[in-house]
Nanobody, 124 residues
Framework: QVQLVQSGGGLVQAGGSLRLSCTGS????????MGWFRRAPGKEHEFVAR????????YYADSVKGRFTISRDNAKNTVYLQMNNLKPEDTALYYC?????????????????WGQGTQVTVSS
């Protein structure tokens, strides 16, 4: 098992940047692929990005490609989401999630553990 605690987020103007962090408990963090999802009001969870267990392989939603960067530091049990050139449509609750296995998965129900969520609000 792994417990995920998120930090970061907040209010930023369009074009600005934010970094989200997600720290996992336990010694098995590096055995999980990690993903970021977001949920805007009245909408379903949307896949944002995913990083492999080693951090070598990443995968992004088209809507954030070129603007967001996912990375991880297994020595710190932490995964990051660097968000640049933010747009008002990026406003949402952001969640990190952990999944066993190596296959790239973008559906939320395939992830085993979730962080508590953190709000990102981008003003125009």
């Amino acid at each position: 098992q792994v417990q995920l605690v998120q930090s970061g987020g907040g209010l930023v103007q369009a074009g600005g940047s934010l970094r989200l962090s997600c720290t996992g408990s336990g010694r098995t963090f590096s055995s999980y692929a990690m993903g970021w999802f977001r949920r805007a009001p009245g909408k379903e969870h949307e896949f944002v990005a995913r990083v492999s267990r080693t951090g070598v392989n990443t995968y992004y939603a088209d809507s954030v490609k070129g603007r967001f960067t996912i990375s991880r530091d297994n020595a710190k049990n932490t995964v990051y989401l660097q968000m640049n050139n933010l747009k008002p449509e990026d406003t949402a609750l952001y969640y990190c999630a952990a999944r066993s296995g190596t296959v790239v998965v973008t559906t939320p129900h395939e992830y085993d553990y979730w962080g508590q969520g953190t709000q990102v609000t981008v003003s125009s």
